[in-house]
């Protein structure tokens, strides 16, 4: 059974920094592209960040600068350390995979995801 689960969220104040762990199992993800999106109240899920295989990483322009992704394969782990959090960073945040080679925005292009893990940014 493919899972995906992930931790590291919580309420913090604006400024501060949380990192966010999605710990993968049931195949290996260490030729996919692992991603981060998020979702706020009413809004659609949005790309925050995507890493390649071989460690390509690609941002929203809305994180750019302060929030870093990275991954263990030997570990099948993927973080988001994010930094200067703002209230308006505040939502669910999702892990996903995509089975294949090259980054896209598109939610609707990765095959796996996790349940989430909400992240509160208090002003």
């Known amino acids: 059974q493919v899972q995906l689960e992930e931790s590291g969220g919580g309420l913090v104040q604006a400024g501060g920094s949380l990192r966010l762990s999605c710990a993968a199992s049931g195949r290996t993800f260490s030729n996919d592209v692992m991603g981060w999106f998020r979702q706020a109240p009413g809004k659609e899920r949005e790309f925050v960040a995507a890493?390649?295989?071989?460690?390509?990483?690609t941002y929203a322009d809305s994180v750019k600068g302060r929030f870093a992704i990275s991954r263990d394969n030997a570990k099948n782990t993927v973080y988001l350390q994010m930094s200067s959090l703002k209230p308006e960073d505040t939502a669910v945040y999702y892990c996903?995979?995509?089975?294949?080679?090259?980054?896209?925005?598109?939610?609707?292009?990765?095959?796996?995801w996790g349940q989430g893990t909400q992240v509160t940014v208090s002003s």
């Open positions: 890493i390649t295989s071989g460690g390509t990483t």
């Open positions: 996903a995979a995509r089975g294949a080679l090259f980054v896209r925005r598109d939610p609707a292009r990765y095959d796996y």
